[in-house]
């Protein structure tokens, strides 16, 4: 029996502690009136639109017209520029090829007031404009339009760089001509409604319509490039197959209820802790804090490799019932050290020997609750198993629910197996706490 160092628990504690007020309150710098986040808090969680209120709605291409994949794709990408150009980076947006649908959700705008979802959704919506302007300016000339591309394709060069080759029509073909003409050597910019999206220069005059837009590409941005190309090129309009708004207020008040639940959950459970189990729960109380803190950083951004986790209301759900969860692991291993002082150990190898024949019960249950988690994420994900029976519009929430509930697991066995045990063998190795009352034995 190998001893841990008593000031472990010292330690452990200070560190729980430290991480349960850095993951809620966070740490922020100032410069002027704009306030960086050096570590994100809990106030730095992206809240779902069931919670901060917003729209939904699914888009179909315009009558009966059959949008090929790449079709759809390209309309996604239409969407996708408006939601950023308006700000709106908080958004969930799937394509649906298969049905041909669209589907897109993203929450209010921070102290909206009046806000007119279908006004909102029809310009989302709208028929975009591909431009080639001469310059770098919204302004300027137009000297080709969307309609004049014939295609747009992400490729590489024989050197191993990526690249977007263009395609024009026969209209095309003579307009680029003169449009390279006049810039050459100077900017063709390319623009989607006001935004640009690229801002070549022309090396050369290109007579034959065909032209490589190259650069500093990666493979995911050449091909973000030429889908935002085609989008300009679409040959249909889209339309609102179903729309709806999420009030914030019913949102807000959801969320209070949620967080009056988890707190009085989580002083119900360390009561309860503490009064059935004295030393191990107070232990266990600790545990279960730094797993809560845990999961919270998981969310909100707080570890910078992470991005932060758009909550919903079922993320909250998993997130309560995660504290089920650790509070059930440290009862286990509690129970067992109580049956190991029945049989006469001491306290520190009854300690010991407790937590060495409850890890496996502790393992199985949680691994168990591994596997539906994950699966979960994997059947209701943004791109799932099941996407091309029952398409996208419905999956979020419960992707929501499984990922909390995930990342609660692990924090259990961050905090509840390893730290929390660690504690209990240095709280067992200090001799004013080896009396058997203090770790649910007789006195």
């Known amino acids: 029996m190998k001893r841990v160092p008593?000031?472990?628990?010292?330690?452990?504690?200070?560190?729980?502690?430290?991480?349960?007020?850095?993951?809620?309150?966070?740490v922020y710098s100032r410069t002027g009136d704009n306030q960086t986040a050096v570590i994100k808090g809990i106030k730095d969680i992206r809240w779902g639109i069931d919670i901060k209120g917003g729209v939904e709605a699914t888009f179909k291409p315009e009558g009966d017209y059959k949008a090929t994949e790449g079709e759809i794709e390209s309309a996604k990408a239409i969407i996708e520029t408006r939601l950023v150009a308006n700000n709106i980076t908080d958004y969930e947006?799937?394509?649906?090829?298969?049905?041909?649908?669209?589907?897109?959700?993203?929450?209010?705008?921070?102290?909206?007031?009046?806000?007119?979802?279908?006004?909102?959704i029809q310009e989302i919506s709208a028929t975009a404009e591909l431009t080639f302007k001469a310059g770098s300016t919204y302004e300027s000339e137009t000297l080709v339009d969307g309609s004049m591309v014939s295609k747009a394709e992400a490729g590489v060069d024989n050197a191993g760089n990526y690249l977007v080759s263009l395609e024009m029509n026969a209209e095309g073909t003579t307009a680029f001509a003169e449009a390279t003409e006049k810039q050459l050597n100077d900017v063709l910019s390319i623009w989607m409604d006001d935004v640009m999206i690229s801002s070549p220069t022309v090396n050369s005059v290109i007579s034959d319509g065909k032209s490589q837009i190259t650069g500093d590409f990666t493979a995911e941005e050449a091909n973000d490039l030429a889908t935002k190309i085609n989008a300009g090129a679409l040959?249909?309009?889209?339309?609102?197959?179903?729309?709806?708004?999420?009030?914030?207020?019913?949102?807000?008040?959801?969320?209070?209820?949620?967080?009056?639940?988890?707190?009085?959950?989580?002083?119900?459970?360390s009561l309860f802790l503490i009064i059935f189990y004295r030393l191990p729960g107070f232990?266990?109380?600790?545990?279960?804090?730094?797993?809560?803190?845990?999961?919270?950083?998981?969310?909100?951004?707080f570890?910078?490799?992470?991005?932060?986790?758009?909550?919903?209301?079922?993320?909250?759900?998993?997130?309560?019932l995660s504290i089920g969860i650790g509070c059930d692991a440290n009862i286990i291993t509690a129970e067992r050290i109580k049956e190991e002082l029945r049989t006469g150990k001491s306290v520190e190898?009854?300690?010991?020997?407790?937590?060495?024949?409850?890890?496996?019960?502790?393992?199985?249950?949680?691994?168990?609750?591994?596997?539906v988690s994950v699966i979960l994420m994997l059947v209701f994900g943004p791109s799932n198993i099941l996407s091309r029976f029952f398409g996208l519009s419905t999956t979020g929430a419960i992707y929501s629910f499984g990922y909390t509930l995930l990342m609660g697991v692990i924090s259990n066995f961050i905090m509840g197996v390893l730290c929390g045990r660690t504690m209990f063998?240095?709280?067992?190795?200090?001799?004013?706490?080896?009396?058997?009352?203090?770790?649910?034995?007789?006195?």
């Open 6 to 26: 008593k000031f472990l628990f010292i330690i452990l504690a200070l560190l729980i502690a430290s991480l349960s007020v850095l993951s809620v309150v966070g």
């Open 93 to 120: 947006l799937y394509a649906d090829a298969s049905n041909g649908r669209i589907i897109v959700r993203y929450p209010w705008k921070e102290d909206e007031k009046d806000f007119d979802p279908e006004k909102a």
């Open 235 to 269: 040959p249909f309009k889209l339309e609102t197959v179903s729309f709806g708004s999420v009030s914030p207020t019913l949102g807000s008040n959801s969320l209070s209820s949620m967080a009056i639940a988890g707190a009085i959950a989580m002083v119900l459970v």
């Open 283 to 301: 232990i266990s109380v600790i545990a279960l804090c730094g797993q809560m803190a845990l999961t919270i950083a998981s969310i909100s951004g």
């Open 303 to 320: 570890f910078p490799v992470f991005n932060s986790f758009t909550m919903t209301l079922p993320g909250i759900a998993g997130l309560i």
């Open 349 to 371: 190898r009854a300690v010991y020997k407790g937590c060495q024949n409850s890890l496996w019960a502790i393992v199985d249950g949680n691994m168990t609750i591994v596997i």
């Open 425 to 443: 063998k240095a709280c067992s190795g200090i001799k004013s706490l080896r009396k058997n009352w203090l770790w649910g034995g007789k006195k």
